[in-house]
Structures are given as C-alpha cells and as structure tokens.
C-alpha cells in the first residue's frame, strides 16, 4: 500500500488486501459504490478505495477485527 498524501505519495509498505469485485458483465460501479457508502456509514466507519473497477480493503489499518466482524451485520 502507499503512504503519505499530497501529490506524490510514493513511500509503500507491505500489506494484503480484501478486494470485492463484481460478478457478471461489468454493471457492478454502482453496486460497488452503494457498498463503499454502506462500509462508511458503519458505526465505527470502514473506509476502502476504488480501483480497477473493484472495492479495496487495506488489512494493514484493520485494527479491532472481532469489532469489524461485529458491526458487519449491520449492512444492507
């Protein structure tokens, strides 16, 4: 993953991700953004990127994992 902001962040760390892409025919950019808003407006919010027409999750921010599993049931 890359790390810093501003124009060039260009300092990189080791990392994994969970990518959510989606299944069949190439409609899935709104599904995929309902899903980011939903992530966001979770209690404790979950922040991904776009990229590649895919959902990304950084691992290396994910902190409290039994908490993040907890408030999954809360999504649409």
Same mark, same amino acid.
């Given at each position: ?21 989606? =299944? ?5 950019? @709104?599904? *995929? /953004?309902?899903? !980011?808003?939903?992530?966001?407006? #979770? ?9 590649? =027409? ?5 691992? @290396?921010? *994910? /902190?409290?994992? !039994?908490?993040?599993?907890?408030? #999954?049931?809360?999504?649409?």
């Amino acid at each position: 993953s890359q790390i810093g902001s501003g124009a060039q962040p260009v300092e990189t760390l080791p990392s994994a991700a969970v990518v959510i892409r989606p =299944g069949g025919g190439g409609r899935g950019g @709104r599904a *995929l /953004e309902r899903l !980011a808003s939903s992530f966001r407006a #979770l209690p404790v919010p979950v922040v991904g990127r776009m990229a590649g =027409g895919a959902l990304w999750f950084d691992l @290396r921010c *994910l /902190e409290d994992e !039994a908490g993040f599993v907890t408030q #999954l049931g809360r999504l649409p």
